[in-house]
C-alpha cells in the first residue's frame, strides 16, 4: 500500500475549472471518502490519479514518486466504477482472473488460481466462481467488480461511487463488506460518492469537495462535530442541519455571527421558544419532527414513542450551537 499526495493540483476542461489547487494527502493504509454534490470534483480527482486524466498544474505522487508522466498501467493502482464493467460471456472465476493474465503481469496460472480463490473467499462468492456473469445479482456483480481491483493487489485502490446503483439493503450490506475489507487488507483506498452515511459509515478521513476545491478534510466525527464552513456542516447529517437566523432561539452569538446551525439532536425542547409541529416521522428506532419556528421549518429528534401530533405546540431551546457568519464561514 502507499500514501497518495496532490499538491497544488489543478484542471480545466474548457472554461469549466474542475479541481482548483487541491493538496490532499491520502495516509498509507487509510480509507479516504471524498463528499461532495455532482460537479464537486470528487471523480475528476480519482481520474487524474489513476492517470485517466493529466492534470494542468501541479505534483501527484504515489508512494512518495511522482507519478504525473506515467500512464494508468504503470501507476499500480486499480480502479471500480459506479458500473460493474463485467465481461458477460465470461465465468466469475475468468472476469477475477482477466486483471492478472494481463501481458504486463506475467502472473503464472497457479498463482492466479490461488489469487483468485482468496479473493473470493473474502468476497464471499467462492460458490459462485463458475456462475456467468449475467447469473447474479447485482449485489454479486458489484462484489466480482470490486474483486476485480482487490485481486491485482494494486498501491492504492480508487472507487467511483460503486455502490450508487444498488438498492438500500444492499449498499448497507456492501458497505460492512467494504470496511471488513479493507481492515483485512489495510488497503490505501481513496472512495468516492455523494452518500454522508457512506462517509460517515465507512471512512476513517472525509474531505469534503466545493465547486473543485477541497475545503475541509478530517475524520468524520471532527467534521460533523467542527464543520469549518455552513456548506461542510449540509454535507454531513441525517437529517440535515438547521441553519437558523441569529437570535431566533436566543442563542448568545458571538460578534459576526448571522446563522446558528443547529443539528437535530441538538435542540431541547421543553423551554425556550414555542413551535408548532407541522409533521411527525416515526422511523422505528427514531422520531423526527418537523416545526415551524416563525416562518422558519426546524427538523427535531423526540422519543421514537411521542405522542405529539400536527398541530401541537412545544417549546425548544438551543443547546451546542454552531455559529456562521453572513458569507457561511465558522465564527467561534
Known sequence: MAEVQLSNVSKSFGKTNALIDMDLTVPDGAFVVL?????????????????????????????????????????????????????????????????????ILKTPEAEIANLVQRVADVLHIPHKLD????????????????GRALVRDPQVYLMDEPLSSLDAKLRAD??????????????????????????????????????????QFGNPREIYENPNTAYVAARLGQPRINLLPVGLL?????????????????????DGRDATVTRVEHLGDQTRLHLKLGNHDVVTLTDPHSTLAPGEILRIAAQNPIFFDAEGNRVT
Do not use: C, W
Open 131 to 146: 456462475n456467468k456473469a449475467t447469473e447474479l445479482s447485482g449485489g454479486e456483480m458489484q462484489r466480482v467488480s470490486i
Open 250 to 270: 436566543e442563542d448568545h452569538a458571538p460578534p459576526g455571527a448571522a446563522r446558528v446551525g443547529l443539528r437535530p439532536e441538538n435542540i431541547r425542547q421543553g
Open 35 to 103: 463528499l461532495g454534490p455532482t460537479g464537486a470534483g470528487k471523480t475528476t480527482t480519482l481520474r487524474l490519479i489513476a492517470g485517466l486524466e493529466t492534470a494542468d498544474t501541479g505534483e501527484i505522487r504515489i508512494g512518495g514518486d511522482v507519478v504525473n508522466g506515467l500512464t494508468p498501467s504503470q501507476r499500480d493502482v486499480a480502479m471500480v466504477f459506479q458500473q460493474y464493467s463485467l465481461y458477460p460471456h465470461m465465468t466469475v472465476r475468468e472476469n477475477l482472473a482477466f486483471p492478472l493474465r494481463s501481458p
Open 174 to 215: 456492501l458497505r460492512l463488506e467494504l470496511k471488513r475489507i479493507h481492515a483485512e487488507l489495510a488497503a490505501t483506498l481513496l472512495y468516492v460518492t455523494h452518500d454522508q452515511i457512506e462517509a460517515l459509515t465507512m471512512a476513517s478521513h472525509v474531505g469534503v469537495l466545493d465547486h473543485g476545491r477541497l475545503v
